[in-house]
């Protein structure tokens, strides 16, 4: 049964910083691309970060302002998602998800979808 799953979320003032988690297992994700992608209330799920399987190719959504950065080590079969310098506008139950590279890393056809960690940052 593959599985991923999310750890690291929870509640931060702004300006703070947070670092998500997320452990893979069930099958082999060997050439997999992983990415993160949030859904705030009331507003539709959106890419956050994607990195390829060697890790050379990574791509982030333009709002983040370099703010992200997305890591993955392939021996434990894990990926994490650093964020910096957090808004309030950055609320949101993020996912992690692994994906059939198609592409730029955010293009890849994701299968796998973890069940989420919420992360919320007050003003």
């Known amino acids: 049964q593959v599985q991923l799953v999310e750890s690291g979320g929870g509640l931060v003032q702004a300006g703070g910083s947070l670092r998500l988690s997320c452990a893979a297992s069930?099958?082999?994700?060997?050439?997999?691309?992983m990415g993160w992608f949030r859904q705030a209330p009331g507003k539709e799920r959106e890419f956050v970060a994607a990195i390829s399987w060697s890790g050379v190719n990574t791509d982030y959504a333009d709002s983040l302002k370099g703010r992200f950065t997305i890591s993955r080590d392939n021996a434990k079969i894990t990926v994490a998602l650093q964020m910096n310098s957090l808004e309030p506008e950055d609320t949101a139950v993020y996912y992690c998800?692994?994906?059939?590279?198609?592409?730029?890393?955010?293009?890849?056809?994701?299968?796998?979808w973890g069940q989420g960690t919420q992360v919320t940052v007050s003003s």
């Open positions: 998800a692994a994906g059939v590279p198609t592409g730029a890393p955010r293009q890849a056809t994701y299968r796998y």
């Open positions: 069930g099958r082999t994700f060997s050439g997999w691309t």
